[in-house]
């Protein structure tokens, strides 16, 4: 596949670094470069329009220092940071389309069942409506970082 630029969606997770780590090799090998992004999404709103902050989120600028620590895993591979904010699938097939990207690379953390159904499934409302090929990555439990 022919791309010269590569999307990436971080969370900040470790299915995200891994996620970051095959975009980096795919951007290497086609010579392609990485638009590394976070949606941050904002507060919700009651039906009053009251915001609800709820827990307590990072501050765009921690946001924007988390971001740039965020690098492709080969210093060869040139890539730019963006921070966006929105409902993160709307806000990434957005940024998708107005880009020109050739393909979206992401991490997904493979939520079943109630946790899936409560929390949604950003990964996949990005595979049903990018105009682009997306390649999600689900890390093998035996690559999963240990919970302690």
């Known amino acids: 596949m022919q791309a010269e630029k590569i999307l ?3 969370d900040f997770s470790h299915t995200g670094d891994a996620a970051l780590e095959m975009a980096t090799a795919l951007a290497r ?3 392609a470069m990485l638009l590394i992004v976070h949606a941050e999404e ?19 600028d921690d946001l924007r220092k988390m ?18 904010t929105g409902d993160p ?3 990434i097939v957005r940024l998708a389309k107005d880009e020109g990207v050739d393909m979206i690379v992401m991490g997904t953390h493979g939520r079943t069942g109630l946790s899936r159904m409560l929390m949604g499934s950003v990964a996949e409302a ?7 090929p997306v390649l999600t990555y689900k890390q093998p439990a035996n690559e999963a970082p240990a919970v302690s």
């Open 8 to 10: 990436v969606p971080t």
């Open 67 to 84: 971001l740039h620590k965020v690098e492709p895993t080969d210093p060869t591979v040139r890539y730019e940071h963006r921070l966006i």
């Open 42 to 60: 904002p507060p919700a709103a009651y039906g009053g329009g009251e915001l609800y902050y709820g827990m307590p989120e990072p501050a765009t």
């Open 89 to 91: 699938a709307h806000a």
């Open 29 to 31: 090998n086609a010579g």
């Open 126 to 132: 990005i595979v049903r409506r990018a105009e682009c």
